[in-house]
């Protein structure tokens, strides 16, 4: 990223206050190395897990029916999860 004319010395200034106010944190960055073969181009997403899922799932759900209809789909969908979470445990034994 181009910084400019005298742009350099206000990044060195920069790192240099928040490597004195912090030098472990400071320390991490500069050994901090990106993995090999990586693109900095590329949109590599990472996976999301269920229970993020989830609650992306119930806070867009939310937003989208209001606080009412949002407790009353909990409701619903808390017992029904709850059914299916036994059937996959007893399904695993």
Do not use: K, Q
């Amino acid at each position: 990223m181009p910084v400019g004319a005298g742009g350099g010395e206000a990044l060195r200034r920069i790192e240099a206050a928040l490597a004195a106010d912090d030098p472990a944190l400071a320390e991490l960055f500069h050994r901090w190395r990106e993995r090999p073969g990586a693109d900095p181009g590329d949109a590599d997403y990472g996976p999301v897990d269920r229970w993020t899922g989830l609650v992306l799932l119930l806070g867009l759900a939310s937003l989208a029916v209001g606080p009412v209809a949002t407790v009353v789909l909990l409701v619903l969908a808390g017992p029904l999860y709850l059914v299916a979470l036994r059937a996959r445990r007893a399904e695993a034994r």
